[in-house]
């Protein structure tokens, strides 16, 4: 299978990964046909584009997909039944949704430390109309893999999956009207928005009751390596660590589903931004491992090489991200296909990636 962008997205192409609703509900099933209607909702819908079947990537698999679909939709569910009810239920319901969630949360960390896997390939068929729960899955799921590769221990890594998870609770209590507006923030709606964390900070503290090591990643994911945040606008290694690991993970995934540029950004996008914030947004040392961990061009995407040939990305190299191996294709014949690793190959030196399909 291998990602198109929905550009590129045709009537007849089958669908290889299902495609879920911003509030889960299937929205094409694996093995579906694209129609004309189809292609135009999803393009409305904001999706970047989807997952295909064909000629091209027979037998190419993503096989960096930290989780099912299935382990996702239970994250997603349990998480959006403490952000939709959270605000308005007793502390003792509210705890039991936070049980749910700390065993999903444990399960995600078993699973990561079972299967072992070195790379994330984060799924690029985002629209851009996420949803804070969507967004906490994501945050969380990322903060665990960076988490695993700095070698944390185990149950280490649970508390970060724990704040990763709970980082943005506290916007159960920004009014819906600031929180599902398009496009920028006055001023004063901003101001309510910054609050957020310390709102977050009292409700893990004194209604989930969770420990301060949580507590204290909720409270500060929103300062800057180099000051530059809020609210104590704390730099460097003031920042609690935790803090510091879920604003890289945090940052990358809201540019996946920007609405201020109104359109959910390509891996590769958000990437080049976190690289670019080492040392002065970010914690460098994190930016380190994200960059190990996160694979800017995912498996199955669909790029064009300097050599001018199309192709498919078959693995990534966790030494040397931006070079994966790759499955060109000639569009004008199918019949030749070739195995390119961009990392290792002594005549694919001169070759780099210059575009995504
Ligand atoms: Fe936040
Ligand atoms: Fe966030």
């Keep these: 299978m291998r990602f198109v962008?929905?550009?590129?997205?045709?009537?007849?192409?089958?669908?290889?990964?299902?495609?879920?609703?911003?509030?889960?509900?299937?929205?094409?099933?694996?093995?579906?046909?694209?129609?004309?209607?189809?292609?135009?909702?999803?393009k409305q819908r904001g999706f970047p584009g989807l997952y295909i079947f064909d000629q091209f990537s027979e037998g190419i698999n993503p096989e960096e997909i930290v989780l099912d679909d299935d382990m996702r939709r239970i994250a997603l569910n349990g998480m959006k039944e403490i952000f939709d009810k959270g605000a308005n239920i007793s502390q003792a319901k509210n705890q039991e949704l936070c049980k749910i969630v700390s065993r999903i949360v444990y399960d995600i960390v078993d699973h990561v430390f079972k299967v072992n896997p070195a790379v994330l390939s984060v799924p690029l068929m985002k629209s851009f109309d996420e949803h804070v729960y969507q967004h906490s899955v994501e945050v969380g799921i990322l903060a665990i893999m960076i988490g695993k590769n700095m070698n944390m221990p185990k149950n280490e890594v649970f508390n970060l999956g724990m704040a990763a998870f709970f980082h943005d609770i506290g916007k159960i209590f920004v009014p819906k009207t600031i929180l599902s507006k398009k496009g920028k923030f006055t001023r004063e709606e901003f101001n309510v928005m910054k609050i957020h964390p310390e709102w977050g900070f009292d409700f893990a503290k004194e209604v989930l009751g969770l420990p301060p090591v949580i507590n204290q990643a909720v409270l500060h994911h929103h300062e800057r390596f180099d000051g530059t945040g809020y609210p104590y606008k704390l730099k460097c290694k003031q920042i609690p660590l935790f803090a510091r690991i879920i604003s890289v993970a945090d940052v990358f995934d809201a540019l996946g589903s920007s609405r201020v540029y109104k359109k959910a950004q390509l891996t590769t996008e958000g990437y080049g931004y976190i690289m670019a914030g080492a040392g002065r947004q970010f914690d460098p040392n994190i930016v380190d491992i994200f960059s190990k961990t996160v694979a800017p061009f995912p498996t199955g995407l669909t790029v064009e090489l300097s050599s001018g040939l199309h192709a498919?990305?078959?693995?990534?190299?966790?030494?040397?991200?931006?070079?994966?191996?790759?499955?060109?294709?000639?569009?004008?014949?199918?019949?030749?296909?070739?195995?390119?690793?961009?990392?290792?190959?002594?005549?694919?030196?001169?070759?780099?990636?210059?575009?995504?399909?």
């Design 5 to 42: 962008r929905m550009n590129n997205c045709k009537p007849d192409m089958i669908v290889a990964r299902p495609l879920y609703s911003e509030c889960g509900a299937l929205l094409l099933s694996k093995g579906h046909l694209l129609t004309d209607r189809h292609i135009h909702a999803l």
């Design 312 to 357: 498919v990305v078959v693995r990534n190299n966790p030494n040397f991200m931006t070079r994966p191996l790759v499955c060109a294709f000639n569009p004008n014949n199918l019949k030749e296909r070739e195995h390119i690793n961009l990392a290792s190959d002594a005549d694919a030196l001169g070759i780099k990636i210059v575009g995504i399909v």
